[in-house]
């Protein structure tokens, strides 16, 4: 059951957009299909809606087989049980929140929509505007009667287009917690397409990270934020230090010869680029004065300069001049710029990695 997709490939002219990806959404699932402008996310997300024809490979839906260009199989989108939500909102204004609720069972042919049009906005909170028009609405509650409209039908699966890259950071946040909520309530698979690390953390139950028609990784929030296989998906998700080293032996060095401890899982790393990730989060940083001087191998401790300090809120970030790198922590401590101060990480938070 869900959503299994098979060595799917899309070419628009010239261009193989996606590349023969393949992966699968369980029954309940929240996945986000997360990567830059381009890469091929929005057009997966309208290869399974039925919105685009595919080139390669098949798409089935609770085991259906919707899209296969072997055997020529087509399920058009009205005919695939699934609700889309998109970045636009898409409501009609010439209609009130219920009958813009109600449309597409009416393109079904439902005859009493209601009962079904109460069920969703009572869902999503918006049943007491329910005579209003999209005009007398804010944009949180226009993206509510979207979110309405594509669960009336009770569908099978829920697909969603960048829905809240139009609200504004307060309301973002509101909404989606409230995705996450009738999601889980529904129990139906869910593909979530974003280019925003934020929501993809913070929603998904996996996430998968995609550059140029390709799959870069699948993992849980967890996996891709801390254990991230290549530079390429570090640099993307969250913020990140990559650190120049040099290969001695053994041993991992900065430029200036400074020796680092890195993570176990990944000391034995092959290659000629090679870089160290260090998150800013994971970095201590303290007046040198202050700083403890007992050395211990699985703790790094490197002196730098203060080159600027910005106040965040919750923490001010610093950057520091480190044998040559610009490296970025935080703390709750104001420095002055020019002053020396003493880093210290963990070899467990210092990971190497492949470009």
Do not use: M
């Given at each position: 059951m869900g959503i299994s997709v098979r060595d799917l490939v899309k070419v628009y002219g010239q261009s193989t957009v996606i590349k023969g990806i393949s992966f699968d959404v369980a029954d309940g699932e929240f996945v986000t299909l997360l990567g830059p402008s381009g890469c091929g996310k929005t057009t997966t997300l309208r290869s399974i809606a039925g919105l685009d024809t595919i080139d390669g490979g098949d798409i089935r839906i609770n085991e259906q087989l919707v899209s296969d260009t072997e055997t020529g199989v087509f399920v058009p989108p009205h005919e695939r049980n699934l609700g889309m939500v998109f970045q636009s909102y898409a409501v009609w204004p010439h209609l009130t929140v219920a009958q813009n609720v109600a449309f597409p069972l009416t393109v079904r042919g439902v005859r009493d929509t209601s009962e079904a049009v109460k069920w969703a906005l009572d869902i999503v909170g918006m049943y007491e505007l329910a005579n209003r028009r999209p005009s007398e609405l804010s944009g949180g509650q226009q993206q509510r009667v979207a979110l309405a409209r594509a669960i009336a039908g009770k569908p099978q699966v829920l697909l969603f287009d960048e829905p809240l890259s139009n609200l504004d950071a307060r309301l973002r946040d509101r909404t989606r917690a409230e995705i996450s909520r009738i999601q889980r309530e529904l129990k139906v698979p869910a593909i979530y397409v974003t280019h925003d690390q934020t929501e993809a953390l913070s929603m998904s139950d996996r996430i998968i990270v995609m550059s140029a028609?390709?799959?870069?990784?699948?993992?849980?929030?967890?996996?891709?934020?801390?254990?991230?296989?290549?530079?390429?998906?570090?640099?993307?998700?969250?913020?990140?230090?990559?650190?120049?080293?040099?290969?001695?032996?053994?041993?991992?060095?900065?430029?200036?010869?400074?020796?680092?401890?890195?993570?176990?899982?990944?000391?034995?790393?092959?290659?000629?680029?090679?870089?160290?990730?260090?998150?800013?989060?994971?970095?201590?940083?303290?007046?040198?004065?202050?700083?403890?001087?007992?050395?211990?191998?699985?703790?790094?401790?490197?002196?730098?300069?203060?080159?600027?300090?910005?106040?965040?809120?919750?923490?001010i970030e610093h950057v520091v001049s480190v044998a040559g790198l610009e490296l970025r922590a935080f703390s709750r401590t104001t420095l002055a710029s020019g002053s020396t101060v003493t880093l210290t990480f963990h070899a467990h938070d210092c990971r190497l990695l492949s470009e």
């Open positions: 028609g390709l799959t870069i990784q699948d993992g849980t929030p967890t996996q891709i934020y801390h254990e991230p296989v290549n530079r390429f998906v570090a640099d993307f998700i969250g913020n990140a230090n990559f650190l120049r080293v040099q290969q001695h032996g053994q041993h991992w060095t900065l430029p200036d010869g400074t020796r680092l401890s890195v993570c176990p899982e990944t000391k034995h790393l092959q290659g000629d680029k090679i870089t160290a990730l260090v998150r800013p989060e994971a970095i201590r940083v303290e007046p040198k004065a202050q700083a403890q001087t007992q050395s211990h191998p699985d703790i790094n401790r490197i002196i730098g300069t203060v080159l600027s300090s910005v106040f965040l809120g919750q923490h």
